[in-house]
């Protein structure tokens, strides 16, 4: 079978035709110079659009009532990019004000016409969440406290009233680059918040102070699975993956010692199947992909994958995913296996995070 027949679900050569998989994949990405794109992928795994931007690119979400695609610069940039897909086209970048910056990811309310982001307010390093209106152009109309420190990925809930929001726990400011300003300080949590006046509803810590929790999926039942980059030492033995439902403890996932090593502490996309039944987790230090049954917390595969980047999950099973090579695969779990199968393949370095529709 060929790549277009793997990717829209042709049957090259016959006259029956299935649905494509997937409509578009949209995802910043990297050319071996080192310039920076937002791009999208038509079903057949081509590039229908590459536009350069002056930041790198971290997130993206999907709009369909303005059909749009926002993508957030990389921590500590300040951009967001919108792309009307209809037309292929950057229509607006947005800044944040000078003492705002995104931390490279938001999500939209249901009915499309909010934007919320996480910042941090470098004048004291708190985290925020950016309340913008989608109406016209973007702009910021309110924002409230994200519960703590370097807020990252986040989430509504089925609910379509609360958001859960990932804070790292780690201070930095742009004038000092990446660096971690609060290493024996550090105060991570998963955090639950009204969308409506930024309340907080409930506060989760980890283990250690020390586990970042960074990017976060939510399943039909309101089911969190999140992931830890944690900046102690290599060898100290600590959960990178765990899940979370109101109103109970945290629950964390099951780690052999040989991934956990291989893991190097990192991961980055969290991605739950649509059944509510597997979570795949990108670990690009570690160059794999890991899958974990939700219910037993039990890892039950890991795949190869250099530089693996972003995972989201597709419509009917399944996930697509992404590395720092130009690789898009689908992924499927089929016969107690994880099976990989080519999209894309390109020159282009894609970034940790894809948005699929």
């Not at 409509?23 to 080192?34: E, H, L, N, R, Y």
């Not at 990925?153 to 804070?167: E, W, Y």
């Not at 907080?200 to 999926?217: A, N, Q, T, V």
């Not at 089929?334 to 393949?345: C, E, F, I, M, N």
Request: charged share 15%; aromatic share 8%; glycine share 10%.
């Amino acid at each position: 079978m060929s790549l277009l027949s793997l990717a829209t679900g042709y049957n090259v050569g016959c006259i029956v035709k299935q649905p494509p998989v997937f409509k578009a994949v949209f995802s910043g990405c990297d050319d071996t110079a080192g310039n920076h794109y937002i791009a999208q992928l038509t079903p057949a795994g081509e590039i229908a659009v590459r536009i350069k931007v002056p930041l790198r690119v971290h997130g993206s979400v999907f709009v369909p009532q303005i059909n749009s695609a926002l993508f957030f610069a990389r921590r500590p940039g300040n951009h967001l990019y919108q792309l009307d897909v209809g037309a292929g086209r950057l229509v607006h970048t947005l800044l944040t004000a000078p003492d705002r910056h995104f931390y490279g990811h938001g999500v939209v309310s249901a009915d499309g016409e909010t934007l919320f982001a996480t910042e941090n307010n470098i004048t004291d390093l708190g985290g925020v969440i950016g309340v913008y209106s989608l109406a016209g152009s973007p702009r910021k109309v309110a924002e409230f406290p994200s519960g703590g420190i370097g807020p990252h990925q986040l989430a509504l809930l089925p609910d379509q009233k609360t958001l859960v929001v990932a804070n790292g726990g780690m201070a930095t400011h742009p004038t000092s680059g990446r660096s971690v300003l609060n290493l024996d300080s550090m105060a991570p949590n998963l955090a639950y918040l009204s969308i409506k006046d930024g309340e907080l509803l409930e506060l989760h810590e980890p283990l250690h102070h020390k586990m970042s929790i960074r990017h976060l999926d939510v399943a039909a039942d309101g089911s969190v699975v999140f992931g830890v980059q944690y900046q102690g030492e290599l060898n100290d033995m600590v959960p990178l993956v765990g899940s979370h439902k109101r109103g109970e403890p945290i629950r964390w996932f099951d780690l052999p010692v040989t991934t956990h090593g291989r893991a190097k502490q990192y991961t980055a996309s969290v991605a739950i199947d649509n059944a509510g039944r597997y979570v795949v987790v990108s670990c690009p230090r570690g160059n794999l992909l890991g899958c974990w049954d939700l219910a037993s917390g039990r890892l039950i595969q890991q795949l190869d994958s250099p530089d693996a980047a972003g995972v989201n999950r597709l419509q009917h099973s399944g996930w697509i995913s992404s590395n720092g090579y130009g690789d898009v695969s689908l992924l499927t779990y089929t016969d107690q296996r994880l099976k990989r199968s080519a999209v894309a393949h390109s020159a282009l370095r894609w970034d940790n995070h894809l948005t699929v529709i």
